[in-house]
């Protein structure tokens, strides 16, 4: 979608080297989310974001940190604990407490990461 | 955590052929979403469904939500190959979607 653009869009990580996937948004959106897809699968939520400087844990945290400094801005850092990190990386955004123009609080995605071990 | 199943995981359709998909949950639903992610491509929101027994259509697309609010699907009617693609249906709970399994579409020309 415009507005939400992740970086790089294909990574590739080293045995034991932390790597950080880059999410910004221009949409003045208030929540952040990132998700993990593994191929021919759903979508995991790692972490969220509802407000600069606080953030949650998802469903598969264990591995991975995030910080949330700005509202544009909610980088993931994938860290040499993640033992399985391979995966499509997805960054999401939404208004908060408010609904479209058609009624709805859709979440927004980026065109994502693909992240490879070497 | 809640859990959203959907059924089927894959479904291959000839061209101009009806497709759905069923999206089920143990426990209510809170409100549902709808989004088609192409091959290769990121999610995109199709429709959000909130009330019991709601439905809403878009062109060839028709979305239902349960009357008791554990059950959602997608209809589409005479499908193209443009309608390839895994659709996803979501719940919108506690400020975070909880996704389906998905279903995965492919059109037999």
């Known amino acids: 979608d415009g507005g939400i653009t992740q970086s790089p869009k294909y990574l590739f990580r080293k045995e034991g080297q932390n790597v950080t996937l880059s999410c910004e948004q221009n949409?003045?959106?208030?929540?952040m989310y990132w998700y993990r897809q593994d191929p021919g699968q759903g979508l995991r939520l790692i972490y969220y974001s509802q407000i600069v400087n606080d953030f949650q844990k998802g469903d598969i945290a264990e591995g991975y940190s995030v910080s949330r400094e700005k509202k544009e801005s909610f980088p993931l850092t994938v860290t040499s604990a993640q033992k399985n990190p391979t995966a499509f990386y997805l960054c999401?955004?939404?208004?908060?407490?408010?609904?479209?123009?058609?009624?709805?609080?859709?979440?927004?995605f980026g065109d994502g990461t693909r992240l490879s071990i070497l | 955590g809640q859990q959203v199943m959907q059924i089927p995981q894959y479904q291959h359709v000839q061209e101009g052929e009806d497709f759905t998909t069923y999206c089920n949950s143990s426990t209510t639903l809170s409100n549902i979403q709808w989004y088609k992610q192409r091959p290769g491509g990121h999610p995109v929101f199709l429709i959000q469904?909130?009330?019991?027994?709601e439905v809403k259509k878009q062109k060839r697309l028709t979305f239902q939500f349960g009357e008791a609010k554990k059950n959602s699907s997608l209809h589409i009617t005479a499908t193209q190959t443009t309608d390839v693609g895994t659709y996803f249906c979501?719940?919108?709970?506690?400020?975070?979607?909880?996704f389906g399994t998905g279903t995965r579409l492919t059109i037999i020309p």
């Open positions: 999401a955004s939404r208004l908060v407490g408010r609904v479209d123009v058609d009624g709805n609080q859709p979440q927004h």
């Open positions: 469904l909130v009330k019991s027994g």
């Open positions: 949409l003045n959106h208030d929540a």
């Open positions: 979501a719940n919108f709970g506690n400020e975070k979607l909880t």
